[in-house]
């Protein structure tokens, strides 16, 4: 069966500001849905290369689970889309999305500094919530999407999926078990050669600070800072940071980030991150008191190397799957069993915390000594 729907355009070219007089026919076909079973509708807010690479292919290998809409202020854009994707509706306005009585959760798939307002309405129109990292731009932010998720009793994920790799799977439970004994130091870097590179077409806005917030702290840095935090089980104590713009001068924001981070069990962590990597490197690098554990190393995903007489190396085996499996099927889960989220939005909240002290630790010269509860 086909539908028409009506779909009011966004002239402006920003989220949320519509223009009532112009309309957009678009006919779609219904897709079939299981008659048994509840199947959550999924909205995707912002289609750009993060929903296309990420986010809606993952969505459409959930079960129990269907795209229902896109959105996007750019209108052709978010038609090609629902057009690809097989995709009923397709808005310019995210907030008409929104008021789809049939939609139960969406994405967030947006430029930083709209994470926060899109969030906190779908909230309040009793949508939960998976937003993709980072959490927010400031801590008020992060703490009233926090709030909006409470007071509407809805799920709010945020989409920081590196722990669901099964090469860091195997690494912490490698930790866990002792093999390199108590952790000593942490290295880890994260780079590529930029946002422009990684995404020609939309990778734009990245450098502008007001969409942003911050550079590659916020865009790579808080996904090994959320890394290490779960890796190590603790929280940062205090920061030494320095960030710049070393290649992009047309940069509103820093495109190289390193930090110096003092764990509360004394664990010491060099982070550095960098859009000025060509080509791009990830690793990390645990030192303990009986060996050190090699991780996504560019020439081996995973190595132990033991310090004793023998002075061991080892390369576990990884597996293709991570043993939870596609993080999207769990946040669809999340919500039908109603459980807590893998990636909660205050566990983000932290890593935000530290990339800000980083930040702050650069413009001031000082340790950043950071707030934490018990």
């Known amino acids: 069966m086909s539908k028409t729907v009506k779909k009011k355009i966004d002239t402006s070219g920003g989220y949320g500001i519509i223009d009532p007089e112009q309309e957009v026919m678009v006919t ?5 849905v299981p008659k048994e079973g509840r199947v959550l509708k999924i909205g995707i807010i912002g289609v750009g290369a993060i929903a296309q690479r990420s986010h809606i292919p993952n969505f459409q290998k959930v079960n129990g689970a269907e795209i229902l809409a896109v959105c996007d ?7 090609l889309v629902a057009e690809k994707w097989g995709i009923k509706y397709y808005f310019t306005n995210y907030k008409d999305l929104l008021s789809l009585d049939e939609l139960d959760a969406v994405s967030v798939c947006t430029p930083n500094y709209f994470h926060a307002p899109i969030t906190i309405d779908a909230c309040d129109k009793g949508k939960h919530v998976l937003c993709e990292k980072p959490i927010a731009t400031t801590l008020e932010d992060a703490q009233r999407m926090i709030d909006a998720a409470k007071r509407n009793k ?42 422009e590179d990684w995404s ?5 806005w990245f450098f502008k600070k007001w969409k942003t917030g911050m550079g590659v702290l916020l865009d790579l840095g808080t996904k090994h800072i959320s890394l290490i935090r779960w890796f190590l089980n603790d929280e940062v104590e205090s920061v030494i940071g320095r960030v710049d713009i070393l290649t992009k001068a047309f940069s509103e924001v820093e495109d190289y980030a390193v930090g110096v981070l003092k764990f509360r069990s004394g664990i010491i962590c060099v982070l550095e991150t960098s859009w000025c990597t060509k080509p791009s490197f990830k690793g990390t690098e645990i030192v303990g008191t009986k060996g050190t554990l090699f991780m996504d190393y560019p020439n081996t995903r995973l190595e132990i190397r033991i310090a004793n007489k023998i002075n061991a190396t080892f390369h576990p085996e990884i597996p293709e799957e991570g043993k939870k499996g596609n993080p999207f099927q769990r946040f669809v889960d999340c919500i039908k069993e109603d459980r807590i989220p893998d990636v909660t939005a205050e566990d983000e909240k932290r890593s935000l915390e530290v990339a800000l002290a980083i930040s702050k630790s650069s413009e001031t010269g000082k340790t950043v000594h950071l707030l934490l509860d018990n």
């Open 200 to 204: 020609p077409t939309t990778g734009k």
């Open 154 to 195: 809805v799920k709010l994920e945020i989409g920081q999926f590196k722990k669901f790799m099964p090469v860091y799977e195997v690494g912490k439970e490698i930790l866990e078990e002792g093999l390199i004994g108590d952790v000593l130091t942490v290295r880890t870097k994260l780079g590529h050669s930029g946002p």
């Open 73 to 79: 202020p750019i209108e052709r854009k978010a038609k």
């Open 28 to 32: 779609s076909n219904d897709r079939n």
